[in-house]
């Protein structure tokens, strides 16, 4: 699994077949359970190769996302853009970026959710208070800080 990690070849295609597998094995009582076992551990393993390829601002601004408390949030994005070692462990990796790169990618998100917000608006005439996520909101609020306290 490292191997097709390393030369890139774990992508969405790939996680979606191992899900499958998993899911047609897990589905049916002609499996034995180690094969249930082992078509999940794949799956995981997979998964987890393929959230450490992608880029640093993206993994950090969904961890930033789910957490609720906001000074909790607010201590963890300090922690998030001060410089240190990028280290991974079998349960945690350690990330930071610069706070122009997070605000770069949270502002393009949040434009592109509100240009579509605004057309499916146009066409169904929904409030927008009634139809904003709560992670939008989080991700509004960790842009405005980014400005306010970093920019």
Do not use: C
């Not at 030369?7 to 499958?20: V, W």
């Not at 408390?69 to 963890?76: A, K, L, P």
């Not at 608006?121 to 980014?146: F, H, N, V, Y």
């Amino acid at each position: 699994m490292a191997e097709l990690a390393e030369s890139g070849k774990i992508d969405p295609a790939f996680l979606q077949i191992t899900a499958k597998a998993y899911g047609a094995a897990r589905d049916t009582n002609m499996t034995l359970d180690e094969a249930k076992w082992v078509s999940y551990r794949l799956y995981v393993r997979a998964r987890d190769y393929f959230d450490r390829q992608q880029p640093a601002e993206k993994r950090i601004l969904e961890y930033l996302v789910t957490i609720r408390d906001r000074s909790e949030r607010s201590r963890q994005l300090d922690a998030a853009v001060t410089p240190g070692p990028t280290r991974f462990t079998d349960s945690h990796d350690y990330l930071y970026s610069t706070p122009p790169r997070l605000y770069a990618v949270l502002d393009g998100t949040l434009r592109a959710y509100d240009s579509m917000q605004a057309a499916a608006t146009e066409r169904m005439g929904a409030s927008e208070a009634a139809t904003t996520p709560w992670k939008i909101t989080a991700m509004r609020e960790l842009r405005d800080e980014i400005r306010r306290k970093y920019l």
